[in-house]
């Protein structure tokens, strides 16, 4: 299948999660509105990639709407599993814990994220509060494996435990720096620290 951009990845998301409470394919205005598009022609170049993607065709309603296709439904037969950004579980923002490893999906905003891959990871600790991130909130991580010194990285550690933090690099040793002055910077040599990715976004609920 052809790679998506982002807002073709948020129509498709939004006819899937959508796809039971419309009577009839939604129509192009009707999707316009719910995702606060002000071009309709825009959203028209968009449809017509996912047409040629195979994942939508046009309705035969005499007033023309969109709807899924069977390939794009066997391709995501649950939006909750399939369709969004990873979150694959917690990261210590702290001392580290073992990375965790099982993965469900989540829509968020394309606002605080980028056009690479991304997924999804939730805070535990408060080595990090003084950057403003802290203990439960969700942060959305870009994958790679390089960054800039000053960047904030998830770091797996020997291979077995993952933190959030600083990263500053030498060639003698790597530095992974708590944004909290009642901690001190963990010391590494640079074969023991493998980035898995870079910060870019972060989301926190206010529910108790």
């Known amino acids: 299948m052809r790679d998506l951009t982002r807002k073709q990845q948020n129509i498709l998301e939004f ?33 017509k990639a996912l047409i040629e993607a195979g994942l939508v065709e046009p309705s035969e309603r005499k007033q023309k709407g969109v709807r899924l296709t069977e390939k794009a439904r066997q391709l995501v037969p649950s939006v909750g599993e399939t369709v ?16 965790v490893t099982q993965v469900s ?12 891959s991304c997924y999804i990871l939730q805070i535990k600790g408060d080595s990090m ?6 203990d439960g909130d969700w942060v959305i991580i870009e994958q790679r494996s390089v960054a800039r010194n000053g960047e904030i990285v998830v770091a ?3 291979k077995a435990e993952a933190t959030l ?6 060639p003698h040793e790597t530095l992974l720096i708590p944004a909290n002055s009642n ?12 980035i898995q990715g870079v910060l870019v976004g972060q989301m926190r609920s206010y529910i108790k």
């Not at 419309?22 to 071009?39: H, I, K, M, R, W």
């Not at 999906?105 to 690479?116: L, R, S």
């Open 105 to 116: 999906y989540i829509a968020i905003p394309e606002q605080i994220k980028t056009d690479k």
């Open 156 to 158: 797996l550690i020997d």
């Open 183 to 194: 901690m001190s910077a963990m010391k590494f040599k640079p074969e023991q620290v493998e």
């Open 165 to 170: 933090k600083f990263i500053e690099q030498y």
């Open 129 to 134: 509060i003084e950057e403003g991130i802290f």
């Open 15 to 47: 006819l899937l999660t959508h796809q039971n409470n419309f009577t009839y394919p939604p129509t192009l205005d009707e999707v316009c509105s719910a995702l606060g598009l002000s071009s309709r022609g825009s959203l028209h170049k968009h449809v």
């Open 84 to 99: 969004g950004t990873p979150f694959v579980g917690y990261i210590a923002a702290g001392k580290p814990i073992e990375a």
